[in-house]
């Protein structure tokens, strides 16, 4: 450690003590509040949106809802008020959640064999999970539909939920993968020491610490399905889906109830994130006081 001579009769006092120098001091005072606004302003650079969707749920808009009418509870009262509105919705409900359940399904036993085996063409395995990540979603989206359209599928909810287990698996593996690989496998080791059969210490060892990423990855393919616009507009024909009827609806003025429904979602959302946080704290404090 170095030290500075203040003079003859006095000790020595080191850097440390002495504390920072002006400049890191400077440097210092920079951080304390160049983080703080630099993250102050990417929450309203995200949450802007959300707010101005939420304030004008309540607007009486009339035929357009670019410019504010006035304050309505009428918006909110029914909401499905718009002619398909809340068909479109529930179409867009009912496709991500079986796409999400098939998805996070085949997506965990892929995870599962690619990151615990090894055999031949694991990693061209490993390629073309990636694939549809990397791939444009018009060009998804157009070679689905070429496909359809040569095997004489008619297009419809079937198609379009195809479509969206499709790429959500890619979304799925790579988040469960990432779980996996940082479980011990010394645990499932301990749990056949002491006689347990493989699929037994599967489900009571493995799989109880894979949920948290399971859980992760099924929310995030029920988000990316839900919002799916360029691959259902593809493949949907007929059937309309929220986002699409967003997206026809914009042309001629989008209806109020439609940020009523984004609201609903927005603050739906919210809700599970503090569900999960709450039950979370009570699981914690519970295993304290075993």
Same mark, same amino acid.
């Given at each position: 450690?170095?030290?500075?001579?203040?003079?003859?009769?006095?000790?020595?006092?080191?850097?440390?003590?002495?504390?920072?120098?002006?400049?890191?001091?400077?440097?210092?005072?920079?951080?304390?509040?160049?983080?703080?606004?630099?993250?102050?302003?990417?929450?309203?650079?995200?949450?802007?949106?959300?707010?101005?969707?939420?304030?004008?749920?309540?607007?009486?808009?009339?035929?357009?809802?670019?410019?504010?009418?006035?304050?309505?509870?009428?918006?909110?009262?029914?909401?499905?008020?718009?002619?398909?509105?809340?068909?479109?919705?529930?179409?867009?409900?009912?496709?991500?959640?079986?796409?999400?359940?098939?998805?996070?399904?085949?997506?965990?036993?892929?995870?599962?064999?690619?990151?615990?085996?090894?055999?031949?063409?694991?990693?061209?395995?490993?390629?073309?999970?990636?694939? @549809?990540?990397?791939?444009?979603?018009?060009?998804?989206?157009?070679?689905?539909?070429?496909?359809? $359209?040569? #095997? /004489? +599928? %008619? &297009?419809?909810?079937?198609?379009?939920?195809?479509?969206?287990?499709?790429?959500?698996?890619?979304?799925?593996?790579?988040?469960?993968?990432?779980?996996?690989?940082?479980?011990?496998?010394?645990?499932?080791?301990?749990?056949?020491?002491?006689?347990?059969?493989?699929?037994?210490?599967?489900?009571?060892?493995?799989?109880?610490?894979?949920?948290?990423?399971?859980?992760?990855?099924?929310?995030?393919?029920?988000?990316?399905?839900?919002?799916?616009?360029?691959?259902?507009?593809?493949?949907?024909?007929?059937?309309?889906?929220?986002?699409?009827?967003?997206?026809?609806?914009?042309?001629?003025?989008? @209806?109020?109830?439609?940020?009523?429904?984004?609201?609903?979602?927005?603050?739906?959302?919210?809700? $599970?994130? #503090? /569900? +999960? %946080? &709450?039950?979370?704290?009570?699981?914690?404090?519970?295993?304290?006081?075993?």
């Amino acid at each position: 450690m170095s030290t500075q001579q203040s003079g003859s009769t006095e000790a020595p006092v080191s850097i440390d003590q002495a504390g920072p120098t002006p400049r890191s001091r400077r440097g210092l005072d920079v951080g304390r509040w160049f983080v703080p606004v630099i993250g102050g302003l990417a929450f309203l650079y995200l949450l802007v949106p959300i707010a101005y969707i939420f304030v004008f749920s309540f607007n009486d808009a009339g035929r357009t809802n670019l410019t504010w009418r006035g304050f309505t509870l009428a918006n909110w009262q029914d909401p499905c008020r718009p002619s398909q509105l809340c068909e479109a919705f529930v179409n867009s409900l009912n496709v991500a959640v079986i796409a999400t359940v098939v998805a996070t399904v085949l997506g965990t036993m892929i995870a599962f064999g690619l990151e615990r085996y090894r055999f031949r063409f694991a990693g061209s395995a490993n390629l073309l999970i990636f694939l @549809p990540l990397a791939t444009p979603e018009v060009v998804l989206g157009a070679s689905l539909l070429s496909q359809f $359209l040569n #095997l /004489g +599928v %008619q &297009l419809g909810m079937g198609t379009t939920v195809l479509s969206h287990i499709m790429f959500c698996i890619s979304f799925v593996v790579v988040a469960i993968r990432a779980r996996i690989a940082t479980l011990d496998p010394a645990l499932e080791e301990a749990a056949a020491d002491l006689y347990a059969s493989g699929r037994t210490a599967f489900w009571r060892v493995t799989f109880p610490l894979l949920i948290p990423g399971i859980a992760a990855a099924a929310l995030l393919s029920f988000a990316i399905s839900f919002d799916d616009f360029i691959v259902a507009n593809f493949n949907s024909g007929a059937f309309t889906t929220f986002p699409q009827y967003a997206y026809v609806a914009a042309r001629r003025g989008i @209806p109020a109830e439609v940020n009523v429904l984004g609201s609903a979602m927005f603050f739906g959302a919210i809700a $599970l994130v #503090l /569900g +999960v %946080q &709450l039950w979370r704290y009570w699981r914690n404090r519970r295993w304290a006081t075993l």
